[in-house]
């Protein structure tokens, strides 16, 4: 793209300050910014017109495969699961592309070292569960990880550095996640530098795109790849391609299954698997209404009691189905770095928005969904926060409690 034909689109998109510092530039800032100008999809900002939904559809509970069936089950379960995995027909995808601010780690969280007396990463727990379902099944699945633009080459190096944690390293399979822009309240995109627009991971919703744009999807035509395990960099505890579960999802005939565990409190900050006008869905906290999310049963439970824990069994083809679908963004207020009259400015408040899409509206649109209750304290250990709530502390515990030397 050429400076005229930039300067002609950033006007019709009301955004012709992106441009203010281009006289100040050399030659090869001035091809950066104008790279940026181009794959930017202005559209995006049009959702902050958009008014939330008052109202999120007809609630109605899901029927969970509950912890006590999947115990009486287990054998039957785990043998079919063990049996999709030995036929290779199972990948897990890690999500790793989130910048982690409220653990405030400068790394990757993945390289966040959770050992007390020696080093234990993040991501060496996630590759011995790995590891484990490999060693289980007799396969080295395929694992591939999601990276975003600024943490990839130090999550890539990291891995290198510890041989791939004991994994084959030609099993691993890196892509990195898409971008959208940045803006203030009132919907002007900020410019990181003077050259670059501030571009921040599209959420961990876009995976699937992503991972089909890389190219790295072929892969899962190549070795006739049914089922891809989904989760998430934080919760230490869980269990990945687990045969029980993988098993309960496609016994069951559902095209998707979750883990998850029940509410400690109707405010827990989790999204709640339930049905909205029929259909599983997920609604994130914020969205429940709370009578809804207070809700009791005639057990004297929640209504909606089953919180998901990113950890997704979903079928290809139905992903495949997704492909041309356009999954809603969310608008996440956050402090944005950014140029301001010349200068660079790290804002400690939120000062606009970033717009992500979020795995958990995959679920509606890939068909009928499994509720796999799993034990919380088993599988459940969150590292969001450096203290507190869902924090290193209670990760650590966990991992205690579950006989995991630190
Ligand atoms: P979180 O919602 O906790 O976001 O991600 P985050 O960016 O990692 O952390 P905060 O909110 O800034 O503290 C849940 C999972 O989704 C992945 C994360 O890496 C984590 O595994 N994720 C999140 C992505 O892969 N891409 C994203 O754009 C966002």
Redesign the pocket.
């Known amino acids: 793209m050429d400076y005229e034909r930039a300067k002609s689109l950033l006007r019709q998109a009301g955004q012709s300050h992106l441009l203010d510092y281009y006289g100040e530039l050399d030659e090869k800032q001035r091809n950066i910014l104008l790279k940026d100008i181009e794959k930017t999809d202005f559209t995006v900002l049009e959702n902050i017109g958009l008014k939330r939904a008052t109202s999120v559809g007809e609630l109605s509970p899901v029927q969970a495969e509950t912890s006590e069936n999947i115990s009486a089950n287990r054998e039957k379960y785990e043998k079919a699961g063990l049996e999709v995995l030995k036929a290779g027909k199972v990948g897990a995808v890690?999500?790793?592309?989130?910048?982690?601010?409220?653990?405030g780690f400068d790394k990757p969280?993945g390289m966040y070292d959770i050992g007390v007396t020696r080093h234990l990463y993040i991501f060496q727990l996630l590759m011995e569960s790995v590891k484990n379902a490999a060693c289980l099944s007799g396969v080295n699945f395929p694992l591939f990880i999601?990276t975003?633009e600024k943490n990839d080459a130090q999550t890539r190096t990291f891995f290198k550095e510890n041989g791939f944690f004991g994994y084959p390293e030609d099993r691993v399979y890196f892509f990195v996640?898409d971008t959208e822009p940045a803006c203030s309240y009132d919907g002007k995109i900020f410019l990181d530098e003077k050259y670059r627009l501030s571009l921040?991971?599209?959420?961990?919703g876009?995976?699937y795109e992503s991972l089909v744009g890389s190219g790295a999807s072929a892969v899962l035509e190549r070795e006739g790849i049914e089922w891809l395990n989904v989760?998430?960099?934080?919760n230490v505890l869980q269990r990945i391609c687990d045969p029980v579960f993988i098993g309960a999802t496609c016994l069951s005939g559902c095209e998707s299954g979750a883990k998850v565990v029940k509410k400690t409190c109707a405010e827990e900050k989790v999204g709640v698997l339930c049905k909205v006008d029929g259909k599983p869905s997920i609604i994130e906290y914020y969205d429940m209404p709370h009578k809804d999310a207070a809700l009791c049963g005639a057990d004297g439970g929640l209504v909606y009691r089953y919180g998901v824990i990113?950890n997704y069994l979903f079928k290809v083809e139905k992903l495949n189905g997704t492909l041309g679908k356009k999954l809603p963004y969310h608008l996440a207020e956050k402090a944005i770095p950014h140029i301001e009259n010349g200068v660079r400015v790290l804002p400690t408040q939120p000062n606009g928005y970033k717009f992500?899409k979020l795995?958990v509206d995959m679920i509606s649109l890939t068909g009928d969904c499994l509720a796999f209750e799993v034990e919380r304290n088993r599988e459940f250990a969150p590292v969001?926060n450096k203290t507190g709530v869902d924090s290193v502390e209670t990760a650590r515990a966990l991992l205690n409690e579950n006989g995991v030397q630190l």
């Not at 999500?95 to 653990?103: E, F, H, I, K």
């Not at 989760?231 to 934080?234: E, I, M, Q, S, Y």
């Open positions: 890690l999500l790793a592309g989130g910048q982690g601010t409220r653990l969280k999601m975003g996640q921040s991971p599209n959420g961990n876009g995976w989760f998430g960099v934080d990113l992500e795995v969001k």
